[in-house]
């Protein structure tokens, strides 16, 4: 298997061979490292979750529905009231480490339903069906990646330059990933891309992940710091940007890793079609707009001392550490999902993927 098929074709979440653990590649080690983890306890789930273990909205949804199959055999000998009770407990308790990747609820919430919907059976056999939903979670999450980057790929054309930031390829997700996706099936269809990545602070996950991938996937990508878009697109050099998503409002606005917003602006200044690429499980129409999405808010040493040799601020100054920030829907060329291309107004054309 060659490097690109090797950074597609790989599963980094999946369930342990006798089906009791859920084993990750942990993205906090990378590109230094690579380390699987073998996961079983509700602890390290949660924590792997919170410390960016894994990450990506629809990884953690994979993740949330392979770790909760997990631990339901763990108390599947209690009668069916209280086996409900505790599944309903461990649900919240994981929800609760991401507030606002959408996925993650929405997987959960998945696997809850099979549980309700098996009132009074005999907890064997909610197991199976359990084992059946998270595997379908996964399962859909690699069918849509496939379509997404199939949709994606019809908006540039061989040799375009195209800017991303944070991560979105499979590491985040399943297979070709969503804003990495039409990068890589691109090259695997023997198209050539020039891609410039943000390296994304404060936690470099363009650096430290989707350089890597792309890397390793014989893709041309040049890492540049965060204040070096903007030139980059006035030298011309991009024709494109790709971008991921953990939650996307009704009227089209939507979270992603903090710094995607100034993309956006930059793009629109320049008159480079900006795009945010994930799967409708990610659209959350409950939600008005960008105005009613959580923002996470992370541990300020992740700016003031994290990956340096010793901290670059005194320990009493004040940081705001958002992890992500929300782009207006007006600087938004278009949304990518796996049932097409949605284009303004928002509000419409987001509606009409659930009819």
Known sequence: MDELAKIIHTDNIRLSGDGRSVVILDQTQLPNRVVYLTLSREEDCYEAILKLRVRGAPAIGIFAGYAMYVLAQQYAHLPYDAFAAEFHRQREYLNASRPTAVNLNWALARMEQVVTDGAGQPAAEILDRLRAECTAIHQEDISMCTRIAEYGLTLVKDGDGILTHCNAGPLATSRYGTALGPILLG??????????????????????????????????????????????????WVQACFVGCDRIAANGDFANKIGTSGVAILAKHYGIPFYTLGPTSTIDMACPDGDHIPVEQRDPGEIREKFYAEPMALQEVKCYNPAFDVTDHTLLTAIVTEKGICYPPFTESLKKLFE
């Open 187 to 236: 090259k695997e269809r023997g198209m050539e891309f020039r891609v410039f990545a943000d390296e994304t602070r404060p936690l470099l996950q363009g650096a430290r992940l989707t350089s890597f991938e792309l890397q390793k996937a014989g893709v041309d990508v040049t890492l540049i710091c965060d204040n070096m878009a903007s030139i980059v697109m006035k030298n011309g």
